[in-house]
């Protein structure tokens, strides 16, 4: 049987794909639309990203029109939203501890808890953080 690919959208990609000012756009482009299109299985955010997202967006433009954008997106097919549960959180929690040495956010330790809980193979990130943990695009 061969496992179904799917793909954690995370903050940077999410942005980087709408902002057409932002340093990563053409780059995010070119991975989010073969992934809208299905090329990389199933497409997930989860309700800390879209908070993260919608957030940062505002931040770097100073538009609620751009951070609704975001936001819009976000929740759009084929994205999937996934909440974070007590039990991921908790998950979260434990890997924020144990990778100290690391410069993820607690944020970012959702995604690895929700990736690892999910079977996601891969995600779409800007973050280097990550590598070395769990598999990126862009590589």
Not at 16 to 25: L, Q, S, W
Not at 38 to 54: M, N, P, Q, R, W
Not at 58 to 65: C, V
Request: net charge neutral.
């Amino acid at each position: 049987m061969v496992k179904s690919m799917s793909l954690l959208l995370d903050t940077a990609a999410l942005v980087a794909a709408r902002n057409v000012k932002d340093r990563n756009h053409n780059k995010a482009l070119d991975i989010m639309t073969p992934a809208l299109r299905g090329e990389y299985g199933k497409l997930f955010v989860s309700d800390y990203i879209f908070g993260e997202a919608v957030t940062l967006a505002y931040i770097r433009t100073g538009s609620k029109k751009f951070a609704y954008d975001i936001g819009k997106f976000a929740k759009a097919k084929p994205i999937n939203m996934r909440f974070i549960e007590p039990v991921d959180f908790d998950k979260a929690w434990e890997l924020y501890l144990q990778y100290e040495d690391k410069h993820l956010s607690f944020t970012d330790c959702t995604n690895i808890a929700l990736m690892k809980k999910l079977g996601i193979e891969t995600i779409f990130t800007f973050d280097a953080e990550f590598n070395g943990l769990v598999t990126v695009v862009p590589a």
